[in-house]
């Protein structure tokens, strides 16, 4: 019985998921900040070229000292 | 054409991308940023120092407007939007490894109720105002192997039942104390002096183990490994999993993260920080 008492107050204490959702919303960048993402980023060097050669365009390259996709 | 690419591993890579990209650095020299750049490799221009950060996005605009003009005429690309990292916060790969999605920013303000325990009376005003971000966010990725993964799975499917996330995968959070996007000033597993994350099951309804998250952290990192830029940064985490029981598998994550950072001296003006790192089942 006390063990039920102390988890139930203990549950009251706690945010809810949408308390913490709201958090995270506050914290991350909203949908358009990310639309850079959604760019059809070709990951290795030498097959951007290839892709490049073949629709003849120029490529832009962003170079970075991590994944440039996962860190920055 | 579009390439986003990892210096490091461009330098090492025998396809044909390490010639290339050395060539590039050797014809317009800069440790990273951006170059445009001909099919046949020849840099046409490139920029990584901004001279007015807030106006970076016409610098770059003025950059990519000098490299078309110095190609020439050139058709319209026609490509649809992708995910390049479909597991960045989202499945299980192959190996049974997840990716979690990071998110750090400054975010002062919220009310001197949230002040947390070590911050000094007369720097509560930091914490007056609408909680809400200050500059731009850091966005970064944490693998977590299938081991390291399998330790927020609940043992056993009831209501009670709580474990300690081991110190080893507690401290792949450590990043989190710092909103900073530049590596150097990234806090590593190693700099944590407390990385302590603990999991409990709140309820199992519907055949799903809601799994409530603690954490606290503390750690001090030296930029550059300059033992004369450190910086001190503590934290809390409260979060959300849930997992399915019959299934054996998680559902979703979500841990967000409550700290501060200085920079120089443990009593230094503390920044309010604010992170998460979530995941979701396809």
Redesign the interface.
């Known amino acids: 019985m006390l063990k039920a008492l102390l988890l139930a107050a203990w549950l009251v204490s706690l945010p809810t998921r949408d308390d913490l959702a709201a958090r995270a919303t506050a914290i991350k960048p909203t949908a358009k900040e990310l639309t850079w993402l959604a760019i059809p980023w070709v990951l290795d060097l030498a097959e951007a070229q290839k892709v490049a050669r073949a629709e003849k365009r120029p490529i832009l390259v962003w170079a970075t000292g991590d994944d440039p996709l996962e860190r920055c | ?10 330098r090492k ?1 025998t ?3 390490r010639e ?2 050395l060539s ?1 650095q050797r014809q317009k020299d800069q ?9 046949e ?1 020849k840099v ?1 221009a490139g920029i990584h120092d901004y001279k007015d950060f807030k106006n970076g996005a016409h610098e770059l605009l003025g950059t ?1 407007d000098a ?2 003009q110095a ?1 020439g005429p ?2 319209r ?1 026609r ?7 479909p597991h ?1 916060g989202a499945g299980v790969r192959d190996d049974g490894s997840v ?1 979690l999605a990071l ?3 400054q ?1 002062p303000g919220g009310g001197r109720e949230t002040l947390p325990a070590g911050v000094e009376a007369g720097r509560a005003w930091l914490w007056d105002g609408t ?3 200050d500059g731009p ?5 944490a693998s977590l192997s299938a081991d390291e993964w399998a330790a927020f799975s609940p043992a056993g499917a009831e ?2 039942v709580a474990w300690s996330v081991p110190e080893k995968v507690a401290r792949v959070f450590t990043r989190l104390l710092s909103a900073s ?1 530049d ?1 150097s000033g ?1 806090p590593l597993p190693e700099d944590a002096r407390v990385a302590d994350l603990r999991a409990k099951v ?1 309820a199992v309804e519907g055949g799903k183990a809601r799994i ?1 998250l603690a954490g606290r952290w503390e750690m001090v990192h030296a930029i550059e490994g300059n033992k004369d830029r450190l910086t001190y940064g503590a934290a809390t985490a ?3 999993a849930v997992y399915d029981v019959s299934g054996k598998s998680m559902r979703s994550f ?1 841990l ?1 993260f ?1 700290g501060t950072i200085r920079h120089g001296k443990p009593d230094g003006s503390p920044v309010r920080t ?3 790192a ?1 995941w979701r089942a396809p």
């Open positions: 054409m579009p390439a986003a690419v990892n210096l490091y591993k461009a890579a396809n044909g991308s290339l990209f590039i440790y990273q940023g951006i170059w445009i750049v001909s099919p490799g046409l990519i490299g078309l190609f050139v058709d690309r490509a649809e939007p992708t995910n390049p990292l960045r990716m998110y750090g920013r975010m909680y809400s971000p966010t850091m966005i970064d990725t209501v009670g996007s590596q990234m709140e409530r409260e979060g959300v979500l967000v409550d604010g992170a998460v979530e």
